[in-house]
């Protein structure tokens, strides 16, 4: 009986499961490697390399950057802390949240990872309605966070932000359409879910149903009906939380994301000892930071992997003109915000599924046992 339990649980998570294997890992390290030797063979130039001074101020930096990497971590578990509202304890939430990461880093989208988060909630018991609020609401509280502030930080520093030297919005070229159309894809889902959780839960799964409801996208009708009746779900758990929760739940978010970003300006910071420290620079250099990771939000390779690499440099060759200073920086910060989770999943993901397997194992014999007690 228990085997037949252990195989249905394997079939039933067959799909989520094998987005978290641990051999995911090889493409996205393939691709980074990839993009990092041929950074290496166009613009590395050890004598330029060993003319980077190695002083008390490149380390404190550097040790700034790993700080800011774990508060970057234990900001998205307190979220999680505060959405789950005390149920996981803190090392259980730092423990998702390195799941959580590279369920991302091994998915086409840096803003990937929800079916997992999904899954992974699902296993620790979490009631399903308290499942569902909270992946969405993190997917509005982050999306969100991009959509509100690239406004801001475009009206303060100007179309600058998408590129260096660039004056006005004609300059963006491919860049600013890009970056368009890219904005105006999450803003559309964005304020979608945002519509179903808060405003008006039964008319989007009407609009899901009718816009299924047809030959072309009949298979996907279900899926839609499923996804409208957790938003409405979602809404309803919301309607309970108190307004601090929702404020600790900001709060996290806006810590995450600032903390994200300033690991990279702490990075050049580090090798660029001229560069000022004054608020102004510092903040349109921040400006810069968070457009380049916008870019490749939709990422067609795992957590933009290869991608982001080669962006890099090209994004701030007005703050680090060196290509070899460049390209060893961004070794640097994929290794502390990337890299680090895909090697962390390897040890954590196959543990976690042992553990949740095991557990289940468990609660079943002692289900079957029972009724045997009884007589």
């Known amino acids: ?10 079939e039933e998570h067959h799909e989520v499961l094998q987005s978290i294997r641990s051999s995911r890992i090889l493409l996205p390290v393939l691709l980074g490697l990839l993009a990092v030797g041929y950074l290496f063979w166009k613009n590395f130039d050890f004598h330029e390399f060993a003319q980077i001074q190695w002083t008390t101020h490149t380390y404190t930096w550097i040790l700034v ?83 509100l502030t690239l406004p ?32 105006a894809i999450m803003a559309a889902y964005s304020l979608f879910i945002y519509y179903g959780i808060f405003i008006n839960p039964a008319k989007i799964q009407q609009i899901l149903g009718w816009l299924t409801n047809n030959r072309l996208l009949r298979r996907y009708h279900e899926k839609a009906l499923v996804f409208g009746a957790d938003m409405a779900t979602a809404s309803l ?97 994929r290794a502390l915000s990337y890299y680090i989770y895909l090697f962390a999943g390897v040890l954590i993901v196959p543990n976690w599924i042992r553990q949740r397997i095991n557990d289940r194992r468990k609660a079943r014999m002692e289900q079957e046992a029972a009724p045997e007690l009884h007589q």
Request: net charge negative; glycine share 8%.
């Open 65 to 147: 950057a790993v700080g800011l990497s774990v508060g970057w971590h234990l900001s998205y578990a307190y979220r999680l802390w505060v959405l789950t509202e005390g149920d996981f304890s803190w090392w259980k939430c730092i423990e998702l949240i390195f799941i959580w990461e590279f369920s991302s880093a091994v998915s086409p989208t840096s803003l990937g990872g929800s079916a997992v988060a999904l899954f992974a909630l699902a296993q620790e018991k979490l009631s399903a309605a308290r499942t569902v609020t909270i992946v969405l609401y993190t997917v509005v509280l982050d999306s969100f966070f991009l959509l």
């Open 152 to 183: 801001v930080l475009f009206v303060i520093f100007g179309p600058g932000i998408m590129r260096p030297g660039v004056e006005t919005l004609s300059d963006t070229g491919i860049w600013g359409i890009y970056f368009s159309v890219t904005y």
């Open 1 to 10: 009986m228990t085997h037949k339990h252990d195989t249905h649980f394997s």
């Open 237 to 333: 758990e919301l309607k309970k939380r108190p307004m601090g929760m929702h404020v600790r739940a900001i709060a996290g978010t806006i810590s995450a994301w600032t903390l994200r970003f300033l690991i990279i300006s702490t990075l050049i910071v580090a090798f660029l000892p001229a560069l000022p420290l004054d608020f102004m620079t510092q903040f349109e250099l921040y400006s810069r930071l968070e457009t380049m990771f916008f870019v490749i939000a939709f990422s067609p390779t795992p957590g933009g992997a290869g991608l982001i690499e080669i962006l890099f440099g090209g994004f701030l060759t007005d703050y680090v003109t060196n290509a070899t200073q460049a390209t060893f920086i961004s070794m640097i910060w």
